[in-house]
């Protein structure tokens, strides 16, 4: 069978040796013979103003792998989707791609719950799925449809859900709006945290230093986060910054510099982090060092500051797809085949997603004004000719 063949080719292209029983083995082989649980070494943390860090290993369960690996492919595949869309001109407007980065949306979310806070920048898609939005959703809202997840209005950069307070289009300016949704954590004693991501290219933001300091008098409970990508729009991050060491740039604010590319290592930060902020001491800083493989936004082909050799090093080295994929398999977590079933699902999922995309209609101008405010009676809104009024509801 197929599911015998693509094991066996696995094996073989590891430079392990074939036992001559091991299809009969493999034909009979059911969930039960998984490995349930494994601990794997990952890289060690850098740490500023810190004793301790994080653990040097990392548990993964193999229903955990197998999550993880479903969303980071989703997230893979809709953002190639998205991709396809926008050179077809369906998709209009900005679009800033997430792949290669799927392992710090991931990460985070499984270092944290439902019930703590996030917000980012305008690379947003991946962190609208892990925050609980459908691909149906974020494509419908990419084309600018009714059905999109801020109906239809928001388009690439503005997505919200519940606890996720969306792409910010000001460079760094949801850093300050995260810090007051953290002061409203503390304010209610919920003992939930917000992290704020922004990128490498608005790390040099004053905006950023002042909420470091404001974050730091008060003792919020929130987890900056650098997603360092190496290039901040066309421009690498030794061109723009005279220390690159972004989780030292907090000073006084404990830091953390973290793979970015590997789950496990961005999991294990968060889950350090979250605990650190829910006891009280304040912010703390993360750098991730990470990649993008799209250019900083559709209008950038992403090789003209950097070589098309460079990129493939990374896909070929460092991609967190396939990072996890080989520690699965390595392990027995997982077989080749389960994996390819969850990729055909996945493709599936994207397509079908991107038809109705495609489908759904436009909002009516009658929706123009519509979800201004959550809760607030309606009112007259006048419209572009003083003949024409809309009505706002929520």
């Given at each position: 069978c197929v599911d015998q063949l693509l094991e066996v080719s696995y094996v073989l292209s590891q430079g392990c040796s074939l036992h001559p029983f091991s299809l009969m083995v493999a034909s009979s082989r059911s969930y039960a013979d998984f490995t349930p649980e494994a601990t794997f070494d990952i890289k060690k943390v850098d740490l500023h103003r810190l004793e301790e860090g994080p653990p040097l290993t990392a548990t993964l369960t193999r229903e955990e792998?197998?999550?993880y690996y479903r969303t980071m492919q989703t997230i893979r595949r809709m953002e190639l989707k998205a991709d396809q869309l926008y050179k077809q001109k369906i998709i209009r407007g900005f679009c800033h791609l997430y792949?290669?980065?799927e392992a710090c949306a991931v990460g985070i979310e499984g270092g944290i719950t439902l019930s703590d806070h996030l917000i980012t920048a305008y690379r947003a898609h991946g962190y609208t799925l892990t925050r609980g939005g459908t691909v149906r959703e974020i494509m419908a809202e990419l084309t600018g449809r009714r059905g999109g997840i801020a109906k239809g209005k928001g388009g690439s950069m503005h997505m919200y859900t519940k606890n996720f307070y969306g792409g910010n289009?000001?460079?760094g300016a949801q850093v300050p709006l995260g810090a007051g949704v953290a002061l409203a954590c503390k304010y209610l004693g919920n003992d939930q945290l917000c992290v704020s991501l922004y990128g490498d290219g608005a790390a040099n933001q004053g905006q950023i230093f002042e909420t470091y300091n404001m974050s730091s008098l008060w003792k919020l409970p929130i987890i900056f986060i650098c997603e360092n990508n190496q290039y901040g729009m066309g421009t690498s991050v030794e061109r723009s910054s005279a220390s690159t060491e972004y989780y030292?740039?907090?000073?006084?604010?404990?830091?953390?510099r973290v793979d970015g590319m590997d789950v496990l290592c961005v999991r294990e930060a968060t889950k350090f982090a979250a605990d650190h902020c829910r006891s009280g001491k304040g912010p703390i800083l993360m750098e991730l060092q990470t990649y993008r493989y799209h250019g900083h936004s559709m209008s950038d082909p992403g090789v003209s500051y950097?070589?098309?050799?460079?990129?493939?090093?990374?896909?070929?080295?460092?991609d967190p797809i396939s990072m996890l994929k080989d520690r699965m398999l390595s392990n027995n977590m997982a077989s080749i085949e389960e994996l390819k079933e969850i990729d055909i699902a996945v493709r599936k999922e994207i397509e079908d997603a991107a038809q109705f995309a495609t489908t759904?209609?436009?909002?009516p101008l009658d929706d123009l004004c519509s979800h201004i405010f959550a809760n607030d009676q309606p009112f007259e809104v006048r419209a572009a000719t003083p003949w024409t009024k809309l009505t706002s509801t929520s």
């Open positions: 792998g197998l999550k792949d290669g980065q289009g000001i460079v030292k740039r907090g000073d006084y604010i404990p830091g953390l950097r070589t098309r050799e460079e990129i493939q090093e990374v896909r070929s080295k460092s759904d209609p436009e909002p």
